[in-house]
């Protein structure tokens, strides 16, 4: 069945069905989001779990992870929330995109891997609303954001 692209601003939706079942395995969300190689390649996020409406990734930090004040990068803190926000609003949903997001940076990190957790909080036929937590392996809370999806 040939899946139709529809236009959404800059962004180029495929149709006709979701980019994962309600069910997938977590090989399948893995070849999935290995596409994603900003995150994947160059940030260094994994997917840990995820299922229907919730996700959880981490990184690993090292000193790519860094800014000159020798903290990590809001940038990198963004890129794994943002990474677990992908992987949870489209599994067993039409293919869906961030239209909107918000980060709160709540401290930093004395830990060497950072954990987000993503959850919707409503999905909608249109639009989605989430929340991402982000923690250190210390189990203290580093960021929060809320987006809002289209699909």
Same mark, same amino acid.
């Given at each position: =069945? ?10 180029? /939706? ?5 980019? /994962?079942?309600?069910?997938?395995? *977590? ?9 994603? !190689? ?7 996020? !994994? ?9 959880? %990734?981490? =990184?690993? /930090? ?6 000159? =004040? ?13 990474? %677990? ?28 891997? *950072?954990?987000?957790?993503? %959850?919707?909080?409503?999905?909608? !036929? ?11 392996? /210390? ?5 929060? =954001? ?6």
């Amino acid at each position: =069945m040939a899946r139709a692209v529809r236009r959404h601003g800059n962004a180029r /939706l495929r149709t006709g069905g979701p980019v /994962l079942s309600d069910n997938p395995t *977590l090989t399948e969300i893995e070849a999935v989001f290995g596409k994603d !190689r900003f995150a994947t390649e160059a940030a260094g996020c !994994r997917i840990v779990s995820a299922e229907r409406g919730r996700a959880v %990734a981490e =990184m690993e /930090l090292s000193d790519i992870h860094r800014n000159a =004040m020798g903290n990590v990068m809001g940038g990198a803190i963004f890129t794994l929330a943002d990474f %677990a926000l992908a992987v949870c609003c489209n599994i067993g949903e039409e293919p869906t995109v961030s239209v909107d997001s918000s980060i709160s940076f709540l401290r930093s990190t004395q830990g060497s891997r *950072l954990i987000a957790t993503a %959850a919707c909080d409503k999905p909608g !036929r249109h639009l989605g609303f989430y929340t991402v937590a982000v923690e250190d392996d /210390l189990s203290k809370p580093i960021a929060r =954001m809320t987006a809002t999806c289209y699909r």
